[in-house]
């Protein structure tokens, strides 16, 4: 793969592992989300947001696969 095409698989990489972080933080204990500062409203945005990098996401893999099967011809 050429270094921009690495550069693609680590941009992918790294927002998977956010999209982690953000997935668990939200699927925690409501408790724990309505005992601390978050507004109803913050978390609606945070959950926009997860939905948002998943759409992304799935744009960078869509993008790998093309690097992929162009490599393999």
Do not use: C, P
Request: charged residues 25%; negative net charge.
């Amino acid at each position: 793969m050429q270094d921009w095409q690495l550069r693609v698989v680590e941009e992918y990489q790294e927002l998977n592992e956010k999209i982690k972080k953000l997935s668990d933080f939200l699927d925690s204990d409501t408790n724990m989300l309505s005992s601390s500062s978050l507004t109803t409203d913050q978390v609606h945005y945070m959950t926009e947001q997860l939905y948002s990098m998943q759409l992304y996401s799935n744009v960078l893999i869509k993008r790998i696969h093309s690097f992929k099967e162009a490599n393999a011809k």
